[in-house]
């Protein structure tokens, strides 16, 4: 079965954290998860001869290639390392969606993509600060008696 690989090309420190944070959930991903952190003032050329070793490390079959922003630098580097492989590149990478993909990661790539754009647009949310999603609420009206009292 193939196993499709991951790379992160990402503004540094970024993908290596993101990287890292994969490794912790899943200690088993590391041959199918590169990182690139694309270094203040290093030229483009540099990053993109980087991706390409990266990429051809990884030696897969197919490659999903996350970056953070779309028109920055690393996604640029990105656009152009996919242009002779079997790869799909998704921007806007968040640890949802890598978590997501690493979790599939032995799906075909196109259902890998889908299952990592879901994950991390899934994993963006407003989150109420006035009801923890881990804690008991009381009932209104179950109220302390002295509850109205200073």
């Known amino acids: 079965m193939s196993t ?4 992160i090309i990402a503004h540094a420190p970024l993908a290596h954290a993101l990287r890292e944070c994969a490794l912790h959930v899943f200690p088993d991903c590391g041959d199918n998860v590169a990182a690139l952190d694309v270094q203040p003032n290093q030229p483009p050329e540099e990053s993109l001869a980087q991706a390409r070793i990266m990429l051809q490390q990884l030696g897969a079959d197919s490659t999903l290639v996350l970056t953070d922003v779309f028109g920055a630098t ?3 580097v990105a656009q152009r390392v996919i242009e002779s492989v079997r790869s799909r590149l998704v921007t806007g990478v968040n640890l949802p969606m890598l978590l997501r993909a690493v979790s599939y990661r032995h799906e075909p790539l196109d259902a890998v993509v889908t299952r990592a754009v879901v994950g991390g647009t899934q994993g963006v949310m407003q989150v109420a600060i006035s009801a ?6 009381r009932n209104r009206h179950d109220q302390d008696t002295y509850d109205h009292q200073q």
């Not at 499709?4 to 790379?7: A, C, F, K, N, R």
């Not at 923890?132 to 609420?137: D, G, L, V, Y």
């Open 132 to 137: 923890p999603q881990n804690q008991n609420t």
């Open 74 to 76: 690393p996604c640029n």
């Open 4 to 7: 499709t690989s991951i790379l």
